[in-house]
């Protein structure tokens, strides 16, 4: 079965001297979806930005707003990231929010759900929360530093997670966060992910707009040769 690929962007790389004209620039490439990376010095060593951040893109964009939340404990400000703009949430189960009762807060301010997994944690930590996400998010470095070597490890999380959700009729996405770029994407996109954060690689392109095309060509492509 054929999947829609969505590259999300990840503001964390772009310039923060001139952001809105790095956000319009990925908006004209064909961007669905914008990654917002909040770290907190705590769960993750690098701080990064919080809500002002978000609601100002939030207020320069139509675009979806996917807010990976890298903080010790984050089901403390899930409805502060919701009224800021967020659209989804991701938080980590290795964090100190009960993962249930985080899921449970995140949909009740009416945003979509999912949880990320760090490269060591077992794909299997995830099962007990999987019908109650939308989104998996398989961190393909380890979080906290943008610029980092894809781990080809993490093809078989990727595997594993999207047999899973076939063999038991669940509907999430799997995203794939870390090292993505036109070697990596392909790998990740024929293992299952859908949701694909592109972060270092896509803001250094002299043309961001071909860089993101030609990884949808290589999508459509796999695409068809699941279908022959």
């Known amino acids: 079965m054929s999947r829609h690929n969505i ?3 990840s503001i964390l790389s772009a310039n923060f001297n001139h952001l ?9 490439a064909g961007a669905e979806y914008l990654h917002i990376d909040v770290m907190d010095g705590m ?13 100002a893109v939030d207020h320069c964009t139509i675009l979806f707003l996917d807010v ?22 991701t938080f980590h189960i290795e964090s100190n ?10 949909h009740e301010v009416g945003v979509k759900a999912g949880i990320v997994l760090k490269p060591n944690t ?19 470095v380890e979080p ?5 070597s894809f781990l080809w490890d993490m093809v078989e999380k990727v595997k594993a997670l999207r047999q899973y959700a076939q063999e038991h009729g669940l509907s999430y996405q799997i995203e794939v966060d870390g090292g993505i770029n036109a070697e990596t994407a ?27 095309n030609a990884i949808r060509e290589e999508a459509a492509g796999l695409s068809a040769q699941g279908r022959a």
Request: net charge negative.
């Open 20 to 28: 809105g004209e790095d956000i319009q620039t990925v908006i004209s």
């Open 68 to 89: 990976h939340l890298m903080i010790a404990d984050p089901i403390r400000y899930v409805k502060q990231f919701a009224e800021s703009g967020a659209d989804l949430i």
């Open 144 to 148: 906290g530093f943008g610029g980092q």
């Open 122 to 140: 077992p794909w299997e930590e995830a099962i007990p929360y999987l019908e109650q996400v939308e989104v998996v998010l398989v961190m393909t």
């Open 43 to 55: 769960f993750v060593p690098s701080i990064s930005f919080g809500m002002p951040v978000l609601a």
């Open 7 to 9: 590259l999300a962007p």
């Open 97 to 106: 929010s009960d993962p249930a009762a985080t899921i449970a807060a995140i």
């Open 186 to 212: 392909p790998r990740v996109i024929e293992a299952g992910a859908e949701i694909l954060v592109i972060g270092s690689y896509l803001f250094r392109q002299a043309d961001p707009k071909a860089a993101m």
